[in-house]
């Protein structure tokens, strides 16, 4: 029998529209005319915001851009787009990037509605979000899913972990979903974004709060991703891969957001934090060590399906998914543990790490219920 679920997901998603068409269309839906852009010094140089700020300025819009969001955005990224918003007197912002452009928009959206500091709002004792300033999505990315979340991740320098704020109100008003917009990422972070996106939808997919809607959509993002990451990591300027993989990323965001993600993303979370790693390359680290800890405690109905996903035939074991997903891995040149010298792990506290992998919410959502002796399991297994 299904059990008790909900569902909502606001985004407005506009796709086969080039973002200097869509962008300004849902501009002016919001009746705004003063505009806020939020961007990476990376993407900067790419040209891309300034294109998107003569698109708005032709539309009659008047445009300032924040472009030094961090790679892993920060109460100060936040306080900075905000103080260009509040200086501008900004009616809507439109965030281009990755996640960390859209997470610092997206937080930046919730604090000029409701006032207060970013801390303030974070997780237990928090308080209630009572509405956003409008904000619209253009991800360059095929990964993150944030474009279709209400969770921002934000760390604050003056905390020793990253934390987030999410609320049903803090949904981007739209997302414009051009797969043009990814052509330029490099193989290695084609590779790790999209593993990510793989990651929320096998997450959600196995978790314990799972329901008819999010399966649908994580099943198609897993299949898209099994068809397609391969053919976008080696050949950047394949569309059609492309595209396949920003609907990956897309169903794959939806499918986290509504139904949780679990250990991969528990562990990454104590992993980023020390090494400061990209966050994709520490899931693909530890997905297929997860994978093996999990998949006992995975349904054999959806254990079944995975593997016919990944290409295995029906009479395949659980050894063989575990194995099956470390190639895919494997096969996007990205690393499958700690052993082949991505980051020194001289003088490492494991346990600290595994203690606060058991602080992050996700661990509850896993399909196996873990404890932090079972942390320090899955990270001695990342460094054999
Ligand atoms: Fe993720």
Known sequence: ????????????LVWGSPMNDAVPMEVAALGATRVLVVTDPGLAATGLPDDLR???EEADATVEVYDQVSGNPTTEDVAGARSVAEDSDCEAIVAIGGGSPIDTAKATAMLLANGGEFSDYQWEGRPIVHRSHPF???????GTGSEVSK????????QPFKKGVLSPLMFAHAAILD???TVGLPPHLTAATGIDAFIHALEAYTGKRTNPLSDL????SMRLAFSSLEAATADGSDLDARGDMMLAAVYGGIAMDQAGLGLVHALSGGICSHFHLHHGLANAMILPHAMEFNVSAIAAERCHTIKTLAGLGASAGSGELVEAIADFVRRLDLPVGFDDGVVSIAGVDWDEIAEESMRMVMVHNNPRTVTVEDCRSVLAAMLT
Do not use: N, W
């Open 217 to 220: 959509l994580a099943l198609e």
């Open 179 to 181: 797969p043009a917009l």
């Open 151 to 158: 969770v921002a991740v934000i760390s604050d320098p003056s």
């Open 1 to 12: 029998m299904i059990g008790a679920f909900a569902f909502k997901m606001p985004t407005r």
């Open 54 to 56: 003569e698109a708005l």
């Open 136 to 142: 619209v999505a253009v991800p360059t990315t095929a």
